[in-house]
């Protein structure tokens, strides 16, 4: 009888071994496709920069032209397409708006065949490349609004470019913020009396310093 285990020890080889299964699980996740994935804990500051707004969806990145998006919701609002919190289109490479009144002014994207790629960076013909070199480094930083899923298994994901981007971006001196979204949870762009719904800050892995 002795050497019987006992509960207590049985239960903690049983856990070790599950322990080392979901190591092994996390290890194989980061090293999936013999892709390694840095792993970063953005450090958001203030600033007196600001913000101009990116969405990015797959392996395509959209310069927000926010005069454009809002007078565009403004006047389907005159129409009462915006009425009852509705989504509706935007005239604006197939984004679609919402007007809420918790948030502010949600969008989502659609169809991203119009949109330009992150493969086009430093095209001198490419809108996104004239967007990002049209950025004042004393003046603005770009926000990137991030889609966290991917409906197209064929296209690069969306922190692939998020990553390309910022990337060129460092070497211009522009800072950059993100926020993951998706369409449960759209991007949104609102004023200071939505309070810290309204933060748009860039964080220290743009830093240039």
């Not at 203030?46 to 990145?61: A, G, H, Q, Y």
């Not at 004023?191 to 810290?196: A, D, M, R, S, T």
């Amino acid at each position: 009888m002795k050497n019987l285990i006992s509960l207590d020890s049985l239960t903690d080889i049983v856990s070790n071994s599950v322990g080392i299964l979901i190591i092994f699980a996390v290890i194989n996740l980061i090293h999936d496709n013999n892709k390694t994935y840095q792993l970063e804990i953005p450090i958001e500051h203030r600033t007196e920069l600001r913000p101009s707004f990116f969405m990015i969806k797959n392996d395509s990145i959209l310069a927000l032209d926010t005069d454009i998006l809002f007078s565009n919701a403004t006047l389907q609002a005159t129409r009462g397409a915006a009425t009852n919190e509705r989504i509706f289109a935007l005239d604006y490479y197939d984004v679609l708006g919402k007007i809420d009144s918790s948030k502010g002014m949600s969008f989502y994207a659609r169809d991203t065949n119009n949109w330009p790629t992150f493969k086009e960076l430093g095209l001198r013909t490419s809108k996104l490349t004239k967007a990002l070199n049209a950025l004042d480094p004393s003046k603005q930083f770009a926000f990137f609004f991030v889609y966290d899923s991917n409906d197209d298994e064929d296209s690069g994901s969306g922190f692939e470019a998020f990553r390309e981007a910022r990337e060129y971006l460092k070497a211009r001196r522009i800072k950059t913020g993100w926020q993951p979204v998706n369409d449960d949870a759209p991007a949104n762009i609102c004023n200071n009396q939505y309070g810290k719904r309204c933060d748009y800050l860039p964080s220290y892995l743009g830093d240039t310093r």
